[in-house]
């Protein structure tokens, strides 16, 4: 749903916060032009963003669990529980995040 906002204000069909869709743009990542709230946009940006997470995680263990929970949570929230946790990261997610993880692996 394009017009659906999260209670943490992310927006539109992929979820996204401001926030990334700002980074997005200033890391030239997605064109300036791009609308957060234009469906085909975001449906691109989600398939660039989640290549970009996917990027980041190159040669680490869970590259896949890793690039999830980072669009969920945000990479540095991971960054950091990877750093504070070492492997047992995922014990330490967010519930929100946890729960996706789970919900993912269903279809993993």
């Not at 209670?7 to 979820?15: D, I, L, N, P, Y």
């Not at 995922?90 to 692996?105: A, G, V």
Request: charged share 20%.
């Amino acid at each position: 749903n394009q017009g659906a906002v999260s209670s943490s204000g992310a927006r539109g069909v992929a979820q996204f916060l401001p926030s990334t869709w700002k980074s997005m743009k200033e890391n030239k990542l997605i064109p300036s032009w791009f609308d957060i709230d234009n469906e085909s946009h975001q449906r691109v940006a989600h398939l660039i963003y989640l290549d970009h997470l996917w990027g980041m995680w190159y040669g680490q263990p869970e590259r896949i669990a890793l690039m999830a929970a980072s669009y969920n949570a945000g990479p540095g929230t991971i960054q950091e529980l990877l750093k504070e946790h070492g492997t047992e990261w995922k014990s330490y997610l967010p519930e929100e995040t946890s729960k996706y993880l789970t919900s993912l692996h269903r279809y993993i």
